[in-house]
């Protein structure tokens, strides 16, 4: 479909192809699944187009909130037109609820919920497994500046308060989520990425019980199953809202 532009990036589940104009991408959203550094990895036909869209849907509501961000227009269901940056080699995780890593690494119990929202970050480098790194050794590697990073803490605290009061209105928790910045060609410091599910972990807020229902990239980590239709019924519940 987009053969006619050159492909400047193919990650795990996007393609970042170039736009006539230099100063955007084009990104199209994959069907793949990867989860483990991608040892573990499945296709889900149709999974890419709810991301995009879910994805698309959030940066608007983010945007609305005067959050900056990459995202541009959606130019088909799979594809997106975003502003082009420099992606900072940082995986910014917000925990609202103890989970997933926090759990295995720790003696924090699954599902404790987190007075204070916790920042970790992590180094985006495959060869090294994505490591928890701290602030200091941020700054020893020189990655960005400690002013950046503060202003990149102080979006991530506002996008959590945000995203936390959408997710609800759609009867989700927001469990934690996984954020990555970029400069655009003014220095600029802006969101990108994506918002979905595959970078959210959101529990379904529609039931009696206790049982955590996840309708997020859960259901392949835990061969839980179901997970086009977990996607689908956010995709829906946010068309529902909006
Ligand atoms: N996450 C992500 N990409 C990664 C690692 C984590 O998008 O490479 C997201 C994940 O979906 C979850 C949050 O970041 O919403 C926290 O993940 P965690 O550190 O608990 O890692 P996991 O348990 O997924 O290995």
Redesign the pocket.
């Known amino acids: 479909m987009n053969t006619k532009y050159e492909l400047l990036y193919e990650g795990k589940a996007k393609k970042v192809f170039a736009h006539n104009d230099l100063d955007k991408v084009k990104i199209e959203f994959k069907d793949d699944a990867t989860?483990?550094?991608a040892l573990k990895k499945e296709k889900f036909e149709g999974k890419g187009k709810l991301n995009c869209l879910i994805s698309a849907r959030i940066f608007e509501t983010l945007i609305k909130n005067n959050i900056p961000t990459h995202f541009i227009e959606l130019e088909n269901e799979n594809t997106m037109i975003a502003k082009k940056i420099k992606v900072i080699p940082l995986?910014i995780?917000l925990?609202n609820t103890a989970?997933?890593?926090?759990?295995?690494q720790t003696t924090i119990k699954p599902g404790t919920f987190l007075s204070k929202p916790l920042i970790?970050f992590?180094l985006k480098d495959d060869e090294l497994n994505?490591p928890l790194i701290t602030k200091d050794r941020i700054e020893l590697m020189n990655i960005i500046s400690s002013d950046d990073l503060e202003l990149i803490i102080n979006l991530t605290l506002k996008i959590n308060v945000i995203l936390k009061n959408f997710f609800k209105n759609i009867q989700l928790k927001l469990?934690?989520?996984?954020l990555e910045f970029g400069y655009d060609s003014e220095n600029n410091i802006l969101l990108g990425d994506e918002i979905s599910p595959?970078?959210?972990?959101l529990w379904d807020l529609n039931q009696t019980n206790d049982t955590i229902i996840s309708l997020?990239?859960?259901r392949f980590?835990n061969d839980l199953g179901g997970l086009i239709e977990a996607y689908s019924e956010i995709n829906r519940r946010i068309n529902a809202f909006l």
């Open positions: 989860a483990f550094n995986e995780v925990r989970y997933g890593s926090l759990c295995k970790d992590y994505d469990v934690d989520f996984k595959d970078n959210c972990r997020d990239k859960d980590r």
